[in-house]
C-alpha cells in the first residue's frame, strides 16, 4: 500500500515533453519501430535521412500488489512514413485480461485496438476529452493523426506487464493510414 504522504499521491504532469518529475521516461525513435510501419521501403528511405523521436512515456510504477496500478504519460509526435502514421510499438498485456484506460489530453489521435482471440479490429478516436477503454486480451497501438503532439495517460493494473513479442512478430493485421486527408483502418497486406 502506498501511504497518504507518499510523493507517488500527486504528480504533475509536464505535457511539452511528457515527462512526470522524478520518474523514468521512455523514449522510442524511428529505428526502435523497425517492421511496424507496412511500407518497409518508406521506413528505411526516412531512417537514412534520420532516427527522429516517435514517442516518449513517462511511467508512474508505485509498488505492485493486489488491486494496485501504474499509469503513463504519454507523447507522440506528428508525423507519417509513407501514409502510414506515426504510431507506438503496440502490445498485448502479458496478463492478458488485464485492461486499460486511456484519456486523451491534447492532440489528435486514434487507438488500433485488435481482439486477441477473433482477430476483430476497431479504431477508436483518441483526442482531447476523450477516453478510451481497451477491454483485456486486445492488443493497442496508438497513432497520431493530426499536426501537433498526441499525448495521453493509460492506467493499467500494476501486475499487467508488457507483451511486444506477439505483436512484434506477427503485428496487427490493420493499418491507420491518411486517405482524403483522414484516418482509415485497412488490412495491412493491401
Ligand atoms: C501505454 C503504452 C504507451 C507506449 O502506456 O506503453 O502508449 O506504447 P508501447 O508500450 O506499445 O510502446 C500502455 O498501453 N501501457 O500499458
Ligand atoms: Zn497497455
Known amino acids: 500500500m502506498i501511504p497518504l504522504d507518499s510523493d507517488l499521491i500527486l504528480k504533475s504532469l509536464d505535457f511539452e515533453n511528457a ?8 523514449e522510442r525513435y524511428l529505428a526502435d519501430v523497425r517492421g511496424s510501419f507496412a511500407d518497409t521501403q518508406a521506413f528505411e528511405a526516412a531512417l537514412a535521412r534520420g532516427n527522429p ?8 510504477e508505485p509498488p ?21 502514421y506515426y504510431l507506438t510499438k503496440g502490445h ?8 486499460e484506460v486511456y484519456i486523451g489530453l491534447k492532440g489528435k489521435g486514434a ?16 483526442g482531447e476529452k476523450e477516453v ?5 486480451n486486445t492488443a493497442h497501438r496508438t497513432v497520431n493523426t493530426g499536426n501537433e503532439p498526441l499525448v495521453y495517460v493509460g ?8 507483451d511486444y513479442g506477439s505483436i512484434a512478430q506477427n503485428n496487427f493485421r490493420m493499418v491507420i493510414v491518411e486517405e482524403g486527408g ?4 485497412k488490412p495491412r497486406s493491401t
Open 53 to 60: 523521436l516517435l514517442y516518449a512515456v513517462a511511467g508512474v
Open 132 to 136: 478510451v477503454y481497451v477491454p483485456g
Open 182 to 185: 483522414k484516418p482509415v483502418m
Open 155 to 162: 492506467v493499467y493494473p500494476s501486475n499487467a506487464g508488457h
Open 19 to 26: 515527462s512526470i518529475p522524478g520518474q523514468k521516461r521512455v
Open 64 to 84: 505492485d500488489g493486489p488491486g494496485q496500478l501504474h499509469y503513463g504519460l504519454g507523447i507522440l509526435y506528428p508525423g507519417k512514413i509513407g501514409n502510414e
Open 111 to 126: 487507438m488500433l485496438l485488435e481482439d486477441g482471440t477473433t482477430g476483430e479490429s476497431r479504431m477508436v478516436s483518441l
Open 92 to 99: 498485448y498485456h502479458s496478463v492478458r485480461e488485464c485492461a
